[in-house]
């Protein structure tokens, strides 16, 4: 197992803007995918949402609902790896999950299927209220 540990959530009206954190350790970005998932209100862990993968080559997917409203990026000096979130909706409410390695780095979103992690930090509460 390894150590994730995210953070940066909090509350914020419709249209602003949150930055999610994750550390873990520096290998687990070239080894594995990470990612960030969604439990929305009233929904449980494993029914949450998969919104953005950082494959371990680099590259970034998300799903429809966030593109071009959220950047998934890492921090390579602080092993770290960041959402940004923009233009927030009430929809976006939700309880954020940093997660590596298992499935991730073979997610395909447009399959509309979510894919299991190994790794999980402890959630970190985003609400949008308008």
């Known amino acids: 197992q390894v150590e994730v540990v995210d953070c940066g959530g909090g509350s914020v009206q419709v249209g602003g803007s949150l930055k999610l954190s994750c550390t873990a350790a520096?290998?687990?970005?070239?080894?594995?995918?990470m990612g960030w998932y969604r439990q929305a209100p009233g929904k449980k862990r494993e029914e949450g949402e998969l919104?953005?993968?950082?494959?371990?080559?680099?590259?970034?997917k998300y799903i429809d609902s966030v593109k071009g409203r959220f950047i998934i990026s890492q921090d390579k000096t602080k092993n770290t790896l960041h959402l940004q979130m923009n233009s927030l909706k009430i929809e976006d409410t939700a309880v954020y999950y940093c997660?590596?390695?298992?499935?991730?780095?073979?997610?395909?979103?447009?399959?509309?299927?979510?894919?299991?992690?190994?790794?999980w930090g402890h959630g970190t509460e985003v609400t949008v209220s308008s």
């Open positions: 919104v953005s993968v950082r494959y371990s080559d680099g590259t970034t």
């Open positions: 997660a590596a390695c298992g499935a991730l780095n073979w997610w395909n979103p447009d399959s509309g299927e979510s894919v299991d992690a190994v790794n």
């Open positions: 520096g290998y687990i970005f070239e080894k594995c995918g």
